[in-house]
């Protein structure tokens, strides 16, 4: 039987204080009841071995050669009421248009630096501003972001934060799916009789999203040819990449199946040069084009950016997009969001310090024991230190770091981010988790209900990256007529 625990001072997504289900809850906890130690144990295995052998893995760097591990899984999900929902979900819209407002904007006229809203050297210093590649390109629809991954957290309070916002090449949704599909083998007594968003047009939202990008040059009454570009079965994210492009129907290249020819790209078949029209590129912004960043790239196809400079072929998410997820830009989306919007933000930041501020810098160097610091352009968990968890051997290499190099790091407050049960190694405990939500933007916006909720398995740990020792969640949003049943 399922054991309650202390809450403590955390923020519990099943659990009331007094140890009972929240409401949105009560139908999978007495479900959840009724299973016998040995019926727990078998669905977790289920869980583990259909991961297994779908061959849904994830490769860890920095390891010997890389290692190819199978994505941890809980089957205990987060369950999201409806009327929740609807505020992540305007949440979520509004912040994606401002920060694709953003995107324009510093490309073409610069109308938020000259208005003196965000410091002109936080843009121009970040190491993932390519005006000089891209400045004044028009980009489809005006769209630089045709899929966002946008990680939200809760606080001890239950109120929703943006942790961080991921518009380059958000990886994880195959995962929800495959969460998804996992979870209907564990319990298909619950999928039979729940009333639950599901996820079987999704992906028809994403394709017509990618496809509604023609090319400028394009007459917009030509069927496009779009293809999804990968580094190749060694990147960390190839299962997504392959999941992905089989689901929408679209070819999966590498860059040596792509050619451009007098400013034009295409892609090699054996029945001859196939014109491709969109590319859904899954490489950084540095291997795209030989020619126009890393002279070394072998990962790309020489000519591309000049091709897409002519409006000859789209390349989503769009060059350049680093400069918005850039986490010393990310502290001022809320002004982003007035600016551009004439609104309030919906849902809040995470107080952030910016350490090239002086003031900041040395308030936050008296402090690093209370304190989270991460590196602006880093990801995966990597290149941060959790003040309260670290040693002083290690608070002090980051004090350096900082004091060295002020302006590639920023410091927030070490949240108390909520926690959910998981059932791990024969028994159940919480576990810290957030969620990244998947937004998708084309003609227009939308959002896929749920998302993949990531949970720091390692218990105490705050750090939900899979790389990190973290796994993944189902998440469930309840339709309205379920939550008033």
Same mark, same amino acid.
């Given at each position: ?297 072998? &990962? ?6 000049? #091709?897409? $400079? *002519? %409006? ?7 060059? =350049?997009? +680093? ?124 959002? &896929? ?6 949970? #720091?398995? $390692? *218990? %105490? ?7 990190? =020792?973290? +796994? ?14």
């Amino acid at each position: 039987m399922f054991k309650t625990y202390e809450t403590g001072s955390f923020f519990d997504e099943m659990l009331q204080e007094n140890g009972e289900p929240k409401d949105h809850y009560r139908y999978f906890h007495s479900i959840l009841q009724q299973f016998s130690e040995e019926e727990y144990r078998e669905k977790h295995e289920t869980a583990q071995f259909s991961f297994l052998r779908q061959g849904i893995t994830f490769t860890v760097y920095g390891e010997e050669s890389g290692t190819e591990r199978t994505m941890p899984f809980d089957f205990i999900p987060i369950i999201i009421p409806a009327e929740e929902w609807g505020v992540i979900e305007k949440g979520m819209i509004q912040r994606v248009e401002a920060l694709n407002h953003f995107l324009d904007d510093i490309y073409h006229d610069q109308r938020i630096l000259k208005d003196n809203i965000i410091p002109k050297h936080l843009v121009e210093n970040s190491p993932y501003y390519y005006y000089k590649q891209v400045g004044g390109v028009d980009s489809p629809l005006q769209n630089h972001i045709f899929l966002a991954g946008i990680d939200l957290i809760k606080d001890e309070h239950g109120e929703y934060r943006v942790l961080e916002d991921n518009l380059r090449n958000p990886s994880g949704l195959s995962y929800v799916y495959q969460n998804r599909y996992v979870m209907r083998q564990v319990y298909p007594e619950f999928f039979s009789e729940h009333s639950l968003n599901t996820l079987e047009n999704q992906i028809a939202h994403l394709q017509h999203s990618l496809l509604s990008h023609v090319p400028n040059n394009i007459s917009k009454n030509t069927e496009p040819r779009a293809v999804l570009l990968t580094a190749g079965m060694y990147n960390s994210a190839y299962y997504d990449h392959v999941f992905l492009a089989q689901q929408m129907n679209i070819q999966l290249v590498e860059g040596r199946d792509l050619i451009v020819i007098d400013n034009m790209v295409y892609m090699k078949t054996i029945r001859g040069l196939k014109r491709v029209d969109i590319i859904y590129r899954r490489i950084d912004d540095d291997f795209l084009d030989p020619e126009a960043f890393r002279e070394d790239s072998l &990962l790309g196809v020489p000519g591309l950016i000049a #091709a897409y $400079k *002519e %409006g000859n072929v789209s390349i989503l998410n769009a060059i =350049g997009n +680093g400069v918005a997820d850039d986490k010393a830009i990310y502290s001022y989306v809320p002004d982003m969001i007035r600016y551009y919007l004439k609104e309030e933000p919906i849902i809040k930041n995470v107080d952030t310090y910016l350490l090239s501020d002086p003031i900041q810098k040395e308030w936050v160097l008296e402090r690093l024991d209370e304190l989270v610091v991460k590196n602006v352009g880093a990801s995966g968990g990597y290149d941060m230190l959790i003040g309260p968890h670290a040693t002083e051997e290690e608070r002090e290499v980051f004090r350096q770091k900082i004091i060295e190099n002020p302006y590639q790091y920023i410091a927030q407050p070490t949240i108390k981010l909520s926690r959910a049960p998981a059932y791990q190694k024969g028994r159940f405990y919480p576990c810290h988790v957030d969620l990244r939500v998947f937004v998708m933007k084309g003609e227009q916006v939308h959002v &896929l209900p749920g998302g993949l909720s990531r949970v #720091a398995l $390692k *218990e %105490g740990s705050l750090v939900v990256n899979s790389s990190q =020792g973290g +796994g993944g969640k189902d998440t469930w949003v309840l339709k309205e007529e379920m939550q008033h049943a």
